[in-house]
């Protein structure tokens, strides 16, 4: 069984940083790429980027360069997202999920996502 | 970017009842790269149709989307209570990938 399992709620103050994990079993991890998405408080969904597993190569979505560095660590199966420089307006649900990108793209499966709150 | 545009925003319908969502692109999208999930409150969202019409493993056939070009549609036949939920819809075609900002189905 596939299953994402993230890290726990983090409470964080402005200017820190914050890395959630994403770890996965069930699967053999480098064989489907890795996304994320974020979901701010009352808001839609907004697609942050990807990482290709095999070559650990990230792709980033508009305004999620920089501060937000996608990792891996293929001895664990896991993937790791961590941003820096933390703002208010970061705060939001973060949800790790598997890519499927053969011939048909889509995510397969999601976690549970965690909930990052940055308040001081 | 695509923005992909969902209608209705809330849907009422009573259990029996058809539910039909509409996902629109502002740019033609191949229906390859068309996707619908589904969350229910407090869980990881689900995927439901890849490919546009094609369904995920384990979803039931009362679900069905459709659509090419700029309009997409998810279909849920005979809804039941546990379809309650919010569903939406990405587009994986164009850089950065989106997602539509989601239609809630009700069921009263």
């Known amino acids: 069984q596939v299953q994402l399992v993230q890290s726990g709620s983090e409470l964080k103050k402005p200017g820190a940083s914050v890395k959630v994990s994403c770890k996965t079993s069930?699967?053999?991890?480098?064989?489907?790429?890795m996304t994320w998405v974020r979901q701010a408080p009352g808001q839609g969904l907004e697609w942050m980027g990807w990482?290709?597993?095999?070559?650990?190569?990230?792709t980033h979505a508009p305004g999620f360069s920089g501060r937000f560095v996608f990792s891996l660590d293929t001895s664990v199966s896991t993937a790791y997202l961590e941003i820096s420089s933390l703002k208010p307006e970061d705060s939001a649900v973060y949800y790790c999920?598997?890519?499927?990108?053969?011939?048909?793209?889509?995510?397969?499966?999601w976690g549970k996502g965690t909930t990052v709150t940055v308040s001081s | 970017e695509i923005v992909l545009t969902q209608s209705p925003a809330t849907l009422s319908l009573s259990p029996g009842e058809r539910a039909t969502l509409s996902c629109r692109a502002s740019?033609?999208?191949?229906?390859?790269?068309l996707a619908w999930y589904q969350r229910r409150p407090g869980q990881a969202p689900r995927l439901l149709i890849f490919?546009?019409?094609r369904r995920a493993t384990g979803i039931t056939d009362r679900f069905s989307g459709s659509g090419s070009g700029t309009d997409f549609t998810l279909t849920i036949s005979r809804l039941e209570p546990e379809d309650s939920a919010v569903y939406f819809c990405?587009?994986?075609?164009?850089?950065?990938?989106?997602f539509g900002q989601g239609t809630t189905v009700e069921i009263k």
């Open positions: 999920a598997r890519l499927m990108t053969y011939y048909y793209y889509y995510i397969d499966v």
């Open positions: 990405q587009q994986c075609e164009t850089l950065p990938w989106t």
């Open positions: 490919g546009a019409s």
């Open positions: 069930g699967y053999t991890f480098t064989s489907f790429a």
């Open positions: 990482i290709n597993t095999n070559t650990g190569n990230p």
């Open positions: 740019q033609t999208v191949s229906g390859t790269f």
